[in-house]
């Protein structure tokens, strides 16, 4: 049987502590790792223990990112339990962060969207991956 690889999706900020919040605090995702001064760059890890994905946000010093390219840039997660899925909208609320309107309406059916400081998106989908 093949090994499960591990994905890791990694993009540029001009502001790790301000994607903090988003990503601990909404999606409920652990810091796994930091790092300061790093051949220039600075990082952070979050995601959860054990978990075949983590997201790595790196600042490069003198070097501005900039924001989403557009607002179709989505990471989705797909919780088919309605409670969790419920409880997940709900922490994203709470920690202040609304809901906006997807881009496409797909989303919006059966997911709420999100935006991140940076203006990159996140769909919390009461859906079953079924690929």
Known sequence: MAAVPTLRVARPTVDIKGLLPFYRDGLGLEVLHQFADHSGFDGLM???????????????HGHPAGRAPTQDNLLIFYLPDHEEWQAAVDRMEAAGFPAVPSFNPYWDQHGRTFEDPDGYRVVIQNAAWNV
Do not use: Q
């Open 46 to 60: 979050l995601g959860r223990e054990g978990a075949p994905y983590h997201f790595e946000f790196t600042t490069a």
